[in-house]
């Protein structure tokens, strides 16, 4: 089958001109738009330009293509603006996707009161630690971690809020056992195949270089408080429970920034929205805590 979005590229060169003036127009590279022209050249057996020095002219070919183009955009909008219509109401199914830690530990109360400001959205909450496609529609809004901003694809549009920063942290009755002397080896808990970070050996805390590995987030934080070791976490977590504490000696580390992320013609609906500008705010507040600034680092 024609992927549409080739349709797209060979409908801005037919109307730019130029290689160059469709690549400015959709904001990307010039061989983008010269490898998307040559895949549905190839996909339908014909060539759609001429190059000529003044630019690319159109094929007998390339003519009825532009035709049926120019029909498929017309229909595009008419149903974009009778589905749009239909989705201005504060209803229908709402699905957000965002790492366990942060429905758990952090937003599950700002999702309760969303839910009663606007009983008629169905609220479907994805977390896990494989995040669901905006592209593919697996989710309608993307709460994620993002190092930078770049890595993220074109198609999709961001909200940027706080930056996140983590910490390393033990149980506070294993530091007082470890500084007693107690002879049990401290271990590196992770979720990951990644072994001792150098920086993790600055602390004051030495841990034996064999890990203790956990299947998830939640079992990763239980693992610290059994003192089975110390761990890196989001210091809005680590910070809030009261059997851990921060390894002495260690900086915190920034994970990355929170971004608000929603696809194509979702983000226009009245229930995104209406969700990505309260939860906004929300994470604004809570600035200081995902930064780790809420409690002293002694």
Same mark, same amino acid.
């Given at each position: 089958m024609i992927d549409w979005d080739d349709?797209? $590229? #060979?409908r801005a060169v037919a109307r730019g001109g130029s290689v160059r003036a469709a690549a400015e127009r959709l904001g990307v590279n010039h061989s983008t738009v010269l490898r998307r022209i040559a895949q549905l050249e190839e996909h339908l057996g014909a &060539? /759609?330009?001429?190059?000529? @020095?003044?630019? $690319?002219?159109?094929?007998?070919?390339?003519?009825?293509? /532009?035709?049926?183009?120019?029909?498929?955009?017309?229909?595009? &909008? %008419?149903?974009?603006? %009778?589905? #749009?219509?239909? !989705?201005?109401?504060?209803?229908? +199914?709402?699905?957000?996707?965002? @790492? @366990? #830690? #942060?429905? =758990? &530990? +952090?937003?599950? @109360?700002d999702f309760a009161d969303f839910a009663r400001l606007h009983p008629d959205i169905e609220m479907?909450?994805?977390?896990?630690?494989?995040?669901?496609?905006?592209?593919? %529609?697996?989710? !309608?809004i993307a709460i994620r971690i993002v190092s !930078? %901003?770049?890595?993220?694809?074109?198609? /999709? &549009?961001?909200?940027?809020?706080?930056?996140l920063f983590g910490g390393i942290y033990i149980s506070r009755d294993r530091l007082a056992a470890w500084r007693a002397g107690a002879p049990d080896p401290i271990r590196w808990i992770v979720i990951d195949n990644l072994g001792l970070p150098d920086w993790a050996r600055e602390g004051e805390v030495r841990v034996t270089e064999v890990p203790f590995r956990t299947p998830d987030a939640e079992a990763q934080l239980v693992a610290a408080r059994q003192g089975i070791g110390m761990t890196k976490l989001p210091c809005f977590v680590g910070d809030a429970d009261p059997q851990l504490m921060r390894v002495p000696g260690i900086d915190l580390h920034? $994970?990355?920034?929170?971004?608000?992320? =929603?696809?194509?013609e979702t983000r226009k609906t009245k229930r995104v929205r209406l969700f990505t500008e309260f939860v906004s705010r929300r994470l604004a507040a809570y600035a200081p805590l995902l930064a780790g600034l809420s409690i002293s680092r002694d």
């Open positions: 349709v797209r $590229y #060979f &060539h /759609l330009f001429e190059k000529l @020095p003044s630019g $690319y002219r159109l094929t007998s070919a390339g003519e009825e293509v /532009l035709e049926f183009a120019d029909q498929m955009e017309a229909s595009s &909008h %008419r149903l974009e603006t %009778r589905v #749009f219509g239909r !989705d201005q109401s504060a209803s229908g +199914l709402l699905r957000v996707t965002l @790492p @366990p #830690f #942060f429905a =758990t &530990h +952090l937003l599950m @109360p479907e909450i994805q977390s896990s630690g494989e995040p669901a496609n905006l592209t593919n %529609r697996e989710a !309608d !930078d %901003r770049k890595t993220l694809p074109l198609n /999709l &549009h961001g909200l940027k809020g706080p930056e920034m $994970y990355g920034t929170l971004w608000l992320l =929603t696809q194509g």
